[in-house]
């Protein structure tokens, strides 16, 4: 456990003559707010914590990266932040020592002592061992509120909810429907899919896997990796593919039926009406043959409607047009998602 007392670590302002400047991270924009009432830590020298460097040891103007979210002034809780987080490319997140306890089941990797330990104080700096975007975001997670825009890489996102379990914080417990990060963990499901629903599957996050397989009904299940399917798991690794199959016999099956024949006329009798179906089955066999679970109804529509053309009977028409879109209507309900 790494723990240092702020006094020691941070040297208050008490002069009129220091000057700081704030500098932010580069996984957020910097805030000019702060509480007038509120002293800003200086850095400790660099042999001790890390902090960045100054130029000129007699300059007062002193560089500390602090979070644009989580610094004093924030307002985040009724209560003023009791504790700074250090991250290991020495950004300060100063946050509520109740509520990182309140969200972990391990005092937070056990950095954190509880409030009975000797060792807890106000006002204490802690070292954490994650770069300042992961940190960023498992705080964001905590508080329960966005960080979209930080506009995340998914690759950071992933890392972020990976570390969770390690601070003793149950992922499915807390990225659920109603949560920020679904939301933004969900905004990425169109560019990469298969790596959200991974996500997801790894840690039982059904919500979050349902509207992501939608996405993945392109995807060439012969192209999985062994890796990626050990990753996934054979619970919703089996749910993908019943998916993927399930739609492809769903299809056949809607394709088999041919347009239903009309009453008899002297132009046209059943005989006749023979073309159409010979002409449905051939169409039919065609699509069924490759039977891809992302066909668009558009192109069912644009594939069948040309058989009109070559029909002289217009009872037989309408009733080739009344097929498709009967067609077009089932394939429509048939189910998208896991």
């Given at each position: 456990?790494?723990?240092?007392?702020?006094?020691?670590?941070?040297?208050?302002?008490?002069?009129?003559?220091?000057?700081?400047?704030?500098?932010?991270?580069?996984?957020?924009?910097?805030?000019?707010?702060?509480?007038?009432?509120?002293?800003?830590?200086?850095?400790?020298?660099?042999?001790?914590?890390?902090?960045?460097?100054?130029?000129?040891?007699?300059?007062?103007?002193?560089?500390?990266?602090?979070?644009?979210?989580?610094?004093?002034?924030?307002?985040?809780?009724?209560?003023?932040?009791?504790?700074?987080?250090?991250?290991?490319?020495?950004?300060?997140?100063?946050?509520?020592?109740?509520?990182?306890?309140?969200?972990?089941?391990?005092?937070?990797?056990?950095?954190?002592?509880?409030?009975?330990?000797?060792?807890?104080?106000?006002?204490?700096?802690?070292?954490?061992?994650?770069?300042?975007?992961?940190?960023?975001?498992?705080?964001?997670?905590?508080?329960?509120?966005?960080?979209?825009?930080?506009?995340?890489?998914?690759?950071?996102?992933?890392?972020?909810?990976?570390?969770?379990?390690?601070?003793?914080?149950?992922?499915?417990?807390?990225?659920?429907?109603?949560?920020?990060?679904?939301?933004?963990?969900?905004?990425?499901?169109?560019?990469?899919?298969?790596?959200?629903?991974?996500?997801?599957?790894?840690?039982?996050?059904?919500?979050?896997?349902?509207?992501?397989?939608?996405?993945?009904?392109?995807?060439?299940?012969?192209?999985?990796?062994?890796?990626?399917?050990?990753?996934?798991?054979?619970?919703?690794?089996?749910?993908?593919?019943?998916?993927?199959?399930?739609?492809?016999?769903?299809?056949?099956?809607?394709?088999?039926?041919?347009?239903?024949?009309?009453?008899?006329?002297?132009?046209?009798?059943?005989?006749?009406?023979?073309?159409?179906?010979?002409?449905?089955?051939?169409?039919?066999?065609?699509?069924?043959?490759?039977?891809?679970?992302?066909?668009?109804?558009?192109?069912?529509?644009?594939?069948?409607?040309?058989?009109?053309?070559?029909?002289?009977?217009?009872?037989?028409?309408?009733?080739?047009?009344?097929?498709?879109?009967?067609?077009?209507?089932?394939?429509?309900?048939?189910k998208r998602t896991i």
């Amino acid at each position: 456990m790494d723990i240092t007392n702020w006094d020691s670590v941070l040297q208050f302002t008490s002069g009129a003559n220091m000057e700081f400047n704030l500098q932010d991270h580069d996984f957020s924009e910097q805030s000019a707010s702060s509480s007038p009432n509120l002293q800003v830590p200086t850095p400790p020298h660099s042999t001790d914590g890390g902090s960045p460097i100054c130029d000129d040891p007699s300059d007062n103007n002193v560089l500390v990266s602090i979070s644009t979210t989580f610094y004093p002034g924030a307002n985040l809780h009724s209560l003023p932040p009791d504790l700074a987080l250090l991250s290991t490319d020495s950004v300060f997140f100063y946050v509520h020592s109740h509520i990182i306890l309140a969200a972990s089941d391990n005092n937070f990797l056990s950095l954190i002592p509880t409030s009975s330990s000797k060792e807890q104080s106000s006002n204490m700096v802690i070292h954490v061992p994650e770069l300042s975007p992961v940190l960023n975001i498992i705080l964001h997670i905590i508080y329960n509120i966005s960080c979209s825009h930080y506009s995340p890489s998914f690759e950071t996102l992933s890392d972020a909810v990976h570390q969770l379990p390690s601070y003793g914080i149950d992922p499915k417990s807390c990225i659920t429907p109603s949560t920020p990060i679904h939301a933004l963990l969900l905004s990425h499901a169109p560019l990469c899919p298969l790596d959200v629903y991974t996500l997801s599957a790894k840690y039982d996050l059904y919500d979050l896997a349902v509207p992501t397989s939608s996405h993945l009904l392109s995807f060439q299940l012969s192209t999985l990796t062994d890796d990626t399917a050990e990753a996934i798991g054979p619970k919703y690794l089996r749910r993908m593919f019943f998916l993927h199959i399930g739609r492809s016999d769903a299809l056949k099956r809607i394709l088999l039926q041919p347009p239903h024949p009309h009453a008899p006329t002297p132009w046209c009798d059943f005989t006749d009406q023979k073309n159409l179906t010979r002409a449905w089955a051939l169409a039919s066999a065609y699509l069924a043959w490759d039977a891809r679970p992302d066909v668009s109804t558009g192109f069912l529509e644009a594939a069948l409607t040309p058989l009109v053309e070559h029909l002289s009977c217009d009872l037989c028409k309408q009733g080739l047009k009344d097929r498709i879109k009967n067609l077009i209507v089932q394939w429509s309900v048939v189910k998208r998602t896991i």
